[in-house]
């Protein structure tokens, strides 16, 4: 059984973590004069997104990314060219997708859409589509670890665990009020779940081994431990490299504070999700609360392992 210092790891050292540095935050200190220039790296590619295209998900290791646009999903390879997409708006044209869930072998999408839509959908590259129907309303969807079966969580507390191909396997209520914030731990054994509404971990096999109305913010962004910096955006799973937000760069650094990569950055960075591996870097950039931009950067040693 995994224990729960172990689930705080594993949920800490998340694949894929959204940092937003927000006008409230702290104010970082003077650059300290040990921290050697660094030639900052290239954007691999840029993708305009707003208005009516929305950057909607990411594989934790960066296999694809996932775009909407104008009612089609696109899923994007990682050097920029779309390998497929699903026109989901030809289901119904009142589907509004607040989440979506990308297979690691980036050849299914799976959606859950607003409060008044009580269904979630499981799209293959290969063509077929599976509905699934719920009395409550899905809050998240998400691949298990083996693209076998997919897990979703509801605005009334409970998971459930359903077969790709849409067999159920088990439904479980909680004591949480909105079960968010999902992540299938790395043995695949456990799927543990934290947001505002609450937090809880439930095995696989449909036991449910802690819950509470309790919970947190799913993100591990924290507050930085160096002085220069803002935010800690991603630390590696072995805890020798992190990406921190600075005043006017991201930048990945050793455990002692040696900057080994950096990217430019702007007050309109909001978003930067990392790579499990600290393979890539994708900086989402805002004007006026809207996205306009997400680039995708390829990250060199000795930043990445």
Request: hydrophobic fraction near 40%; charged fraction near 20%.
């Amino acid at each position: 059984m995994t224990s729960m210092s172990t689930v705080s790891r594993l949920a800490a050292a998340a694949a894929l973590v959204l940092a937003a540095a927000t006008a409230a935050a702290a104010q970082p200190g003077p650059a300290p004069a040990s921290r050697a220039w660094v030639e900052p790296l290239k954007a691999q590619w840029s993708r305009p997104v707003g208005g009516k295209t929305r950057f909607v998900g990411v594989e934790e290791y960066g296999r694809c990314s996932v775009f909407i646009d104008s009612g089609v999903i696109q899923v994007v390879n990682p050097g920029g060219d779309v390998a497929w997409t699903w026109a989901f708006g030809k289901i119904s044209k009142l589907l509004n997708p607040t989440d979506v869930a990308v297979a690691h072998g980036c050849d299914a999408v799976a959606i859950v859409g607003d409060s008044s839509y009580k269904r979630a959908l499981i799209a293959e590259r290969s063509g077929p589509v599976t509905t699934l129907l719920f009395e409550d309303t899905p809050a998240q969807i998400a691949f298990d670890r083996t693209d076998r079966f997919v897990a979703i969580g509801s605005y009334i507390g409970s998971l459930s665990l359903f077969s790709r191909d849409g067999g159920i396997r088990w439904i479980r209520a909680t004591d949480a009020q909105i079960v968010q914030g999902m992540i299938f731990t790395d043995d695949n054994q456990h799927i543990t779940f934290s947001s505002h509404g609450g937090a809880g971990t439930v095995s696989l096999a449909g036991h449910v081994e802690m819950s509470t109305r309790q919970g947190g913010d799913s993100s591990s962004e924290t507050r930085s431990p160096l002085p220069y910096y803002r935010w800690r955006i991603a630390r590696s799973e072995d805890a020798t490299r992190m990406w921190l937000r600075g005043e006017d760069s991201i930048d990945c650094v050793d455990a002692g504070g040696k900057v080994l990569a950096t990217i430019d950055a702007t007050p309109s960075m909001q978003g930067v999700k990392v790579s499990r591996d600290f393979a890539q870097v994708l900086v989402i950039t805002e004007k006026n609360l809207r996205p306009v931009s997400v680039e995708r950067y390829e990250i060199t040693a000795p930043c990445r392992p």
